[in-house]
């Protein structure tokens, strides 16, 4: 699998990566990141595009092989990446929100803190 993201106003950097996939990618709606609070925090997850009129897509989990890790899951969405904002936090899709940060992708070690939308509500 060949993953890129453009530099973009969602994630300031341009990314070229690849990775062996080692099962089907699926999407997901919401994810547990540590990166705000040690606990971790609960977060709406989406991908992010260059469609002006619509720059949400999905976002998905893909098992791919890490080297040094082995088994990993790859978090990405559109050609500009993906975006968080708390699940508590009552507001749309914004670039302009402090609340809301992007990412090109992640990686995470295990599955337990991935919500696949086919085991969740409506966003």
Known sequence: M???????????????MRFKELGPARAITQLRVSDRKDEGELCWVTGWCDDGNQPVCPAYAQPVEESGQGLAYLIYGGNWGIRFKPVALNEDWDLSSPNQWGEAFLLIAGPRSIVYADESGDR
């Not at 060949?2 to 070229?16: A, L, T």
């Open 2 to 16: 060949y993953f890129e993201v453009d530099e973009n106003p969602n994630y300031p950097d341009s990314v070229s």
